[in-house]
């Protein structure tokens, strides 16, 4: 043979060695077959809310379950203490500090997630998969005034999401009826939906000038305007009767959706957003599980929360897809107990811990604020594990993109993809956390506040804010509870990452806005 003919050999088998050792090296999360990936979102749920994370008063079976055939992170956080800035960072990958309309938003408010900007539902579209949410959605609808009886858009539907079954805000807010892509879901035309967030309808009693029509629950603060189905809201209503959810079914209308995609789309690859309502207020239980908790309707509704992720398991094995699907559960904030009604949340509290040894909660620039379960599950293969690691939901775009093999990008969102995976503990180095316009760091097990004006508690919910004139500074690996402020005894440590925050946050953070609970 040639020499030329040897050296074009050597070269074809070099090749062809490289490839099948690409080949092997192709993580299981990223093999041939396209895995489903869903995404089950809780509402309000606190880091010692279920067993797995702590809770010994709280019967939580198929969330351990998940935990303990998974990832359960000790350190994964939301972007956010509040609902909507956390929605926002999810699905974006972007802080939501970034966005100055990414705060609790009323009923009426306009998308703020830009129609042109990279989403997570985006990218699943693109590789060809079919996209869905279901549950809560809280990120704002159409681009002004919205007229309820016509095609509410842009939305979810607008932002990469093929099918949207939603509520607009949250369950505590009108309007109280479910969105079918774009259109309210049993509308009757003839009694159209009217809703305004400043003036009340003539001849519309609420819960402020009628308390005695408050027949399921009491406001305690805010939530005093329209009264549906014995419920005082935020906001008034008038009309849509017939379109009108009723609270103790949610949880199975949502699930009972959510089962529905999966068996409607089973046989190509599916991306789906399962945002359970639970157990933000009004804590509304079905029957079934009214009593089951021993703590009253919060504790209820999250035994209920509890079961509805059982039979949505079912459904994936029942199904057949199981084993092809990665699943992703967290909580978009800390927990909070009276959030504006009477609901005996403190009063049976009894030794539970809804925020486990963290300080703070919903609201918080604590821990409590925004560390919440965190957990990746997937048959077969996720090998279950305890980590460290530290992560935030902002990084799941970025790691489900490498998932499925895209080059897309998102200003804040890292490639976790090995983190949540189990294969590494390597998170995060630093992380910029909100509480209602206010920002701080995570650092390593440094925990960075910087000064803040404001009250240091908030009396109506009961929960610590993390105002101090002063910079905190926290040493989590020692004090996890934030009870030694040790900023004076590490004066070096201090500067380094108060620099390190300026460059991500810039020097404007000390601008912000009063919290006004409604």
């Known amino acids: 043979m040639k020499r030329t003919g040897i050296i074009a050999s050597l070269l074809v088998g070099i090749g062809l060695l490289v490839g099948c050792q690409s080949k092997t090296q192709k993580t299981d999360a990223q093999s041939d077959e396209k895995p489903n990936v869903v995404i089950i979102y809780m509402d309000d749920l606190g880091y010692g809310d279920m067993g797995a994370y702590g809770a010994t008063e709280l019967k939580t079976p198929n969330f351990d379950k998940l935990a303990e055939g998974g990832v359960r992170f000790t350190d994964g956080h939301a972007t956010s203490a509040t609902c909507t800035p956390s929605r926002y960072g999810l699905l974006t990958g972007v802080y939501p500090w970034r966005n100055d309309q990414a705060k609790i938003l009323p009923g009426t408010a306009p998308l703020i997630i830009d129609t042109a900007q990279v989403t997570i539902p985006k990218i699943f579209k693109e590789k060809g998969y079919h996209t869905g949410i279901v549950g809560k959605w809280h990120l704002g609808l159409g681009s002004g005034v919205v007229d309820w009886n016509e095609h509410v858009k842009p939305g979810p539907n607008e932002v990469g999401f093929d099918d949207a079954y939603i509520m607009a805000a949250t369950q505590d807010r009108v309007p109280t009826v479910y969105i079918d892509n774009g259109y309210v879901d049993g509308l009757d035309k003839n009694d159209p939906i009217e809703i305004d967030y400043q003036n009340n309808f003539e001849g519309q009693p609420t819960g402020k000038e009628n308390p005695e029509l408050c027949t399921y629950q009491m406001w305690h603060h805010g939530h005093n305007n329209t009264i549906i189905n014995g419920i005082p809201r935020i906001g008034y209503m008038k009309g849509g009767e017939a379109a009108r959810w009723k609270d103790v079914d949610m949880a199975d209308h949502f699930l009972a959706k959510a089962q529905a995609y999966v068996k409607a789309h089973k046989n190509e690859p599916f991306f789906l957003v399962y945002t359970m309502q639970q157990p933000h207020v009004p804590r509304t239980p079905h029957p079934r599980f009214e009593g089951t908790?021993?703590?009253?309707?919060?504790?209820?509704?999250?035994?209920?929360?509890?079961?509805?992720?059982?039979?949505?398991?079912?459904?994936?094995?029942?199904?057949?897809?199981?084993?092809?699907?990665?699943?992703?559960?967290?909580?978009?904030?800390?927990?909070?107990?009276?959030?504006?009604?009477?609901?005996?949340?403190?009063?049976?509290?009894?030794?539970?811990?809804?925020?486990?040894?963290?300080?703070?909660?919903?609201?918080?620039?604590?821990?409590?604020?925004?560390?919440?379960?965190?957990?990746?599950?997937?048959?077969?293969?996720?090998?279950?594990?305890?980590?460290?690691?530290?992560?935030?939901?902002?990084?799941?775009?970025?790691?489900?993109?490498?998932?499925?093999?895209?080059?897309?990008?998102?200003?804040?969102?890292?490639?976790?993809?090995?983190?949540?995976?189990?294969?590494?503990?390597?998170?995060?180095?630093?992380?910029?956390?909100?509480?209602?316009?206010?920002?701080?760091?995570?650092?390593?097990?440094?925990?960075?506040?910087?000064?803040?004006?404001?009250?240091?508690?908030?009396?109506?919910?009961?929960?610590?804010?993390?105002?101090?004139?002063?910079?905190?500074?926290?040493?989590?690996?020692?004090?996890?509870?934030?009870?030694?402020?040790?900023?004076?005894?590490?004066?070096?440590?201090?500067?380094?990452?108060?620099?390190?925050?300026?460059?991500i946050r810039g020097k404007e953070y000390s601008n912000v806005q009063n919290l006004k609970l409604k």
């Not at 927990?335 to 403190?346: I, K, T």
């Not at 620039?365 to 965190?374: E, I, K, N």
């Open 293 to 503: 908790s021993g703590m009253g309707p919060r504790g209820d509704v999250i035994v209920e929360a509890d079961w509805c992720l059982g039979e949505f398991m079912k459904t994936l094995e029942e199904e057949g897809v199981l084993e092809n699907t990665l699943i992703i559960f967290s909580s978009d904030n800390g927990p909070v107990l009276n959030d504006g009604y009477y609901d005996d949340a403190v009063e049976k509290l009894g030794d539970h811990k809804p925020a486990g040894a963290l300080r703070g909660g919903k609201y918080s620039l604590f821990q409590a604020g925004t560390r919440v379960p965190f957990i990746t599950y997937w048959k077969g293969k996720i090998q279950p594990k305890v980590s460290d690691a530290l992560v935030c939901q902002v990084d799941i775009l970025a790691s489900l993109a490498e998932l499925v093999g895209s080059d897309a990008q998102s200003m804040d969102s890292e490639p976790l993809l090995d983190v949540m995976m189990g294969n590494s503990d390597e998170g995060r180095q630093s992380l910029i956390l909100e509480a209602t316009s206010r920002t701080a760091m995570r650092s390593g097990n440094w925990a960075l506040i910087p000064p803040y004006k404001g009250a240091k508690i908030n009396t109506q919910v009961n929960i610590e804010l993390g105002n101090e004139m002063e910079w905190q500074l926290y040493d989590l690996s020692s004090d996890i509870s934030q009870q030694k402020n040790v900023a004076d005894e590490n004066p070096e440590i201090l500067e380094e990452l108060i620099a390190e925050f300026e460059r």
